[in-house]
């Protein structure tokens, strides 16, 4: 099973930035890592997640604001996030595909979730 240890988020002014981290440990083998984020009263969404190979997927609501990039030496991804807006405001959630090596499966794990506040 995947344990995913997220870091970095915080309080920020409009317009601030913030990145974000996530480590991904346990014998697996990583397929695709990225980030959900979820505001009070919505729906969990994705933000941006990454391949192995590198490929990415943003969001509309961050393209070109946010970065998400990884470090598969590492099992670990990140996430820059510039020109925040207040409603960028949320619970943020690590995720991970992987092959877990000892089931032989491929499952989805769960970051315990970090809190970005974007004052105005």
């Known amino acids: 099973q995947v344990q995913l240890v997220e870091s970095g988020g915080g309080l920020v002014q409009a317009g601030g930035s913030l990145r974000l981290s996530c480590a991904a440990s346990?014998?697996?083998?990583?397929?695709?890592m990225g980030w959900y984020r979820q505001a009070p009263g919505k729906r969990r969404e994705l933000v941006a997640s990454?391949?192995?190979?590198?490929?990415?997927n943003y969001a509309d609501s961050v393209k070109g604001r946010f970065t998400i990039s990884n470090d598969n030496a590492k099992n670990t991804v990140y996430l820059q996030m510039n020109s925040l807006k207040p409603e960028d405001t949320a619970v943020y959630y690590c995720?991970?595909?992987?092959?877990?090596?000892?089931?032989?499966?491929?499952?989805?794990?769960w970051g315990q979730g970090t809190l970005v506040t974007v004052s105005s």
């Open positions: 990454i391949t192995t190979s590198g490929t990415t």
């Open positions: 995720n991970a595909d992987y092959l877990d090596h000892h089931r032989l499966v491929y499952l989805e794990g």
């Open positions: 346990g014998s697996i083998s990583i397929d695709a």
